[in-house]
């Protein structure tokens, strides 16, 4: 090292030898007062500026700040010199950042560099474009930029750093990549060097998310090289890892294909089929090596996705459900997520679930997998698999496991089976009985929209009501009972509890004191919907309407305004000396209007803020009718 540049190592060991904080602040203190006083002078050759300008920028990686010396860093980067060039780009990329006033002054010492013959230069200028971005240098450099990327003479370096360069302006503002630079951009996906073709193929990836109609001419050369790559084998020695061909570049063009819609060119569909196919039946099986095994797993992944999105024919579809399960059989955690997670995306997109269905016992035993990611996965993938034929056997198996599941799910459990409960439902009485043990098992995590939902089919369906009361009062009169399970019971027996009073242990005072044993211990909300219920029941049971009285009485006292205030109405309306209007306002209530369910409007709107693991969509299964038409 020149003696030039002997301060700088000296300061950096009198920082690390400072033993206290405040002895590391004097020095520091101490060198930029040295350093303010050496930049008034205007003498300072190149050398001593890249120097001061180097223990500015281990003062500012320190964490201290730094507010002068930009102009100095600048001049810099207008050297002849590389190494006093390279540390002042260094210094402009950690010191500038886009918003910065001082940016405008260094774009035409970059713009100077990019067009320079000297590959290092343009690395440089390359460098801090990236680092720095911005809307300034996207708008004035993109040109540039992208003469570098085709350029015939632009070395395979330089064409890397463009590409990924011209990536980090497109993604600061949409304007830095022209339309028309399409053809010459998806040309490089040709070029012989796999690192240039890797760079470029990340570049086109985000612009055919944004763009697939200007973009889909490279559908055809993402084919060809995965081709070349896959089937003919062609792939430089520098590029194998353990023994898999640039899995990086593979798993690129795979991605970059799912962009574009299928291709119509026969040639091109058949030459890609084979490359599927060759890639389940090769890759990821009996790999003794991790790091080979990974890389062919990353390369089988992004291939099943290719042909999710394709809707390939049944024969693939087949081996591809086949090698997803060896996935969600794999001891290794990762893998079994990402393959229910893969397997939850195929059976979004296929209409026929027979291949999945046909592991069903596998994907069940996900849900007691140790990692909760995994149950989670599993839990959407069971959820988007379920229709009237398995119904019963999944609500059944989630059933089991919600009364030991993790919390943090169990919320998210409750609501997928009650809208299976509903949507799948065999028969009334299944449904009644399901959602019923729902409640008594996981009663704290049900939310209102799952009774509320409950009681709209009851109210729906009078071949249910019934059935529904007699099993509401079945369960009040048990042991363990929930909030929401009292409100459902108190609303059905309000209103149908008469269609059973004449069964045995279905009395007028048998549902008066069901409902009323739990009464003080619920909380305001539940004990309010209950006095409506009992002033239903002075309606339908006169013989019990003493009983009532007197809880309106005892009620029309209460601290709490809003029971206070029901009370005192319905004891007015109890002693009244006609029932006509009693009459009137207990009546039976209508039927719901038709309306959206209440509960897939509650999961949808969960999915969209992210609070809930991946929905995966609910299915309408056209054999069988939902209990409520439009609900």
């Known amino acids: 090292m020149s003696s030039s540049m002997r301060g700088l190592v000296q300061f950096i060991a009198d920082l690390r030898n400072a033993r206290a904080r405040e002895l590391e602040e004097k020095r520091i203190n101490k060198e930029l007062a040295n ?42 980067i207008a050297s002849n010199k590389f190494s006093e060039k390279q540390v002042g780009y260094l210094a402009v990329s950690l010191l500038l950042n886009e918003n910065h006033p001082l940016i405008n002054l260094v774009l035409n010492s970059i713009r100077k560099d990019l067009n320079d013959v000297n590959e290092l ?31 015939p003479v632009s070395k395979p370096e330089v064409k890397k750093k463009a590409a990924l360069t011209l990536l980090r302006l497109y993604r600061k503002t949409s304007h830095a990549v022209q339309k028309e630079w399409a053809e010459r951009i998806v040309n490089l996906l040709d070029d012989p060097d796999f690192g240039v073709v890797t760079a470029v193929a990340s570049l086109v990836i985000v612009l055919t998310q944004d763009d697939p109609e200007t973009y889909k001419i490279a559908y055809g050369r993402a084919v060809n090289r995965l081709h070349l790559i896959i089937i003919e084998k062609r792939c430089h020695p520098d590029y194998l890892y353990y023994r898999v061909a640039n899995p990086w570049l593979q798993v690129k063009l795979f991605r970059l294909l799912q962009n574009l819609p299928p291709t119509d060119n026969a040639d091109e569909l058949a030459s890609l089929l084979d490359v599927l196919q060759h890639t389940l039946d090769h890759f990821g099986q009996n790999v003794p090596n991790v790091q080979q095994s990974n890389a062919q797993n990353a390369v089988l992944l992004e291939a099943v996705n290719l042909a999710i999105h394709m809707e390939v024919n049944m024969a693939l579809m087949d081996k591809i459900v086949s090698r997803l399960c060896e996935f969600i059989s794999s001891r290794e955690t990762n893998l079994r997520y990402l393959g ?18 046909k592991y069903q ?107 529904a009361a007699h099993t509401l009062l079945a369960y009040l009169k048990g042991p363990v009972y929930y909030d929401s399970l009292v409100n459902i019971g108190g609303y059905v027996l309000g209103e149908f509890g008469h269609l059973i009073a004449d069964s045995p242990g279905c009395s007028p005072i048998e549902q008066f004191m069901a409902l009323q044993d739990k009464f003080g211990s619920s909380p305001p909300a539940t004990k309010a919907l209950l006095l409506s219920t009992y002033i239903k ?42 029932d006509d209007l009693l009459r009137t306002v207990c009546d039976e209530m209508p039927p719901f209007p038709e309306r959206a369910s209440i509960l897939l409007t509650r999961i949808n709107e969960r999915q969209r803020s992210g609070s809930l693991a991946t929905d995966n969509g609910l299915k309408l299964e056209p054999p069988v009718k939902p209990l409520i038409e439009g609900f």
């Not at 002078?41 to 001593?48: E, F, K």
């Not at 223990?55 to 320190?62: G, P």
């Not at 390359?126 to 680092?131: G, K, Q």
């Not at 029941?537 to 009285?549: A, C, G, R």
Request: glycine share 4%.
């Open 537 to 578: 029941f002075v309606n339908l049971f006169p013989e019990i309407k003493p009983q009532l009285l007197q809880v309106f009485v005892t009620y029309s006292r209460s601290l709490d305004s809003e029971l206070q205030q029901r009370a005192c109405e319905y004891l007015a309306l109890a002693r009244l000396p006609t």
């Open 121 to 151: 230069h343009n690395c440089l200028a390359l460098h801090a474009v990236a680092n720095v971005g911005g809307k300034a240098m996207a708008e004035t450099l993109n040109t540039d930029v992208h003469k570098l990327l085709i350029s």
């Open 361 to 467: 016992s596998t994907i069940l035993g996900s849900l007691r997998d140790r990692d909760i990611s995994v149950r989670r996965k599993g839990l959407d993938l069971l959820y988007s698999m379920c229709n009237y034929q398995n119904a019963e056997v999944i609500v059944a198996e989630l059933m089991s496991y919600l009364e030991t599941a993790d919390f943090a799910i169990r919320e998210d459990m409750v609501i997928k089976i009650a809208i299976l409960t509903e949507r799948h439902a065999p028969d009334y009485k299944w449904y009644i009985n399901t959602i019923m043990k729902l409640i008594s098992v996981a009663g704290e995590y049900v939310s209102d929209e799952v009774w509320q939902r409950a009681v709209q089919i009851v109210m729906n369906n009078e071949d249910l009501q019934p059935y």
């Open 35 to 76: 350093i303010r006083q050496k930049f008034k002078d205007s003498n300072l050759n190149g050398y001593q500026k890249k120097k001061y300008v180097c223990k500015l920028l281990y003062i500012y990686i320190l964490g201290y700040n730094i507010d002068f010396g930009h102009l100095e860093a600048l001049n810099l």
């Open 340 to 357: 229910l997670d893969t397997m939850s995306r195929l059976s979004e997109k296929t209409a026929d679930m027979e291949p999945i269905r």
